[in-house]
């Protein structure tokens, strides 16, 4: 049982086991879900917590899912499993004028349930039990569940905690006969890494060496700063038949709620995925495939916009964690809108840290334990609030540690 759900048994949450599958009880809802569920109770809070964007679904998007619905009597309807054939076509050319990669957009892409059930579905079919996954730690805590719900064997590599870069030599270390996969995601969620295109070039060479999956989370591609570059894994050739990639319009254009995404593979490895697709989906939304349609064929200075202004609010938090110096260490982060700082108070585990926060401050964070054992002693925040949230957030937080909160009376 983890930390969280030990605190939900102690307010009173119950949980059934006879009669559930193993795959399932050995599970957890992750804590970037669960704590905002503690907070409802609690009231009051500000959430530096879920990576929720504050901005809301660019107007274009929203007008025109509107017309769609009024003048396409088709927008209620299932689509093909694959989706859309419009969409799949324009995923296709958006591969290839923003990635260089040349996708058939019949045999290579499948329109998902977000970036999460794309996700689900490559690892349910790839992995079998008994299988490892490396997992560079910390790590997206789903990803840990969904290696888990596969009846897989996480094995964690750390980061380099001096700049969260890859252990390429750690996760050549980690390989066994049994490894079938990684997961990469990159930009990295939870620690705002932007990893170095020599350290991926040298995973795929292992991948390819040692005959194992590439699985890539490709949800921030777009979320790179100070005019860094982006490097995709799905750009290599030789990993053609050895890569899935996952990719997400929620964060992007702003959809989290619409649940919309996409997955491209070789079509060998597509046609095994549309099974689980099928079984678990049928398809994506099909109001939310017109509005990743039209987020696609829209303009596109939206996507700039949501750069920019996280920019902006990555600088404004590290500016106010610079303020905290005492109480917390942490590296600047180069991609996606999460940073990871240590605290320095011994001796207290990162699920009480964020429970004690959480109920006497009001303010939620993600216990670093979430995102695998070398998560522990950190805490994850998120910066997609808006700047008032953020500043309040931090507010709070100051003053709950100037009253010293784990010194004894």
Not at 100 to 107: F, K, L, Q
Not at 169 to 195: D, M, S, Y
Not at 202 to 216: C, G, T
Not at 298 to 325: H, K, W, Y
Request: charged share 25%; glycine share 6%.
């Amino acid at each position: 049982m983890t930390f969280l759900r030990s605190a939900l048994v102690a307010s009173g949450k119950t949980y059934r086991t006879r009669g559930i599958s193993h795959r399932v009880s050995q599970i957890n809802i992750s804590a970037i879900k669960e704590m905002p569920l503690i907070a409802a109770k609690v009231g009051g809070c500000v959430s530096l917590g879920q990576g929720i964007p504050s901005f809301p679904t660019p107007p274009h998007i929203v007008e025109a899912v509107c017309r769609t619905m009024k003048e396409n009597p088709q927008s209620g309807k299932y689509t093909l499993g694959p989706g859309l054939p419009e969409l799949r076509e324009a995923v296709a050319r958006h591969l290839r004028v923003q990635c260089g990669i040349e996708a058939d957009p019949e045999r290579e892409i499948c329109i998902t349930v977000g970036a999460m059930e794309a996700l689900s579905a490559a690892i349910l079919t790839v992995v079998e039990r008994g299988d490892e996954v490396i997992l560079p730690s910390p790590n997206y805590a789903s990803h840990i569940e969904q290696v888990l719900l596969a009846e897989g064997v996480p094995v964690f590599v750390p980061l380099d905690e001096s700049s969260w870069r890859l252990d390429v030599e750690g996760i050549r270390r980690a390989i066994t006969p049994r490894t079938k996969a990684i997961v990469l995601c990159n930009p990295h969620n939870p620690t705002g890494a932007n990893f170095p295109e020599e350290d991926l070039r040298k995973v795929a060479e292992l991948a390819v060496e040692h005959d194992f999956f590439v699985i890539s989370d490709e949800t921030y591609d777009f979320l790179v700063y100070d005019n860094e570059s982006h490097f995709s894994v799905t750009s290599l050739p030789e990993l053609r038949d050895r890569l899935i990639a996952t990719y997400s319009f929620s964060k992007k254009y702003a959809m989290t709620g619409w649940r919309v995404g996409y997955v491209y593979c070789s079509e060998g490895l597509l046609d095994q995925i549309m099974k689980v697709h099928d079984a678990m989906a049928i398809c994506a939304p099909t109001l939310s495939q017109f509005a990743a349609l039209a987020a696609l064929e829209g303009p596109q200075e939206c996507v700039s916009e949501i750069r920019t202004a996280l920019q902006g609010r990555r600088d404004m938090v590290c500016e106010r964690l610079d303020r905290l110096e005492d109480y917390f260490d942490y590296i600047k982060p180069r991609g996606a809108y999460y940073l990871m700082m240590r605290y320095k108070i011994p001796g207290v585990d990162s699920m009480t840290f964020a429970l004690r926060l959480l109920h006497d401050a009001r303010v939620i964070t993600i216990p670093g334990a979430a995102f695998g054992p070398t998560g522990e002693n950190l805490i994850r925040i998120s910066f997609g609030g808006n700047e008032a949230e953020i500043h309040e957030a931090f507010d709070r937080m100051e003053r709950w540690l100037s009253g010293h909160p784990f010194e004894s009376p």
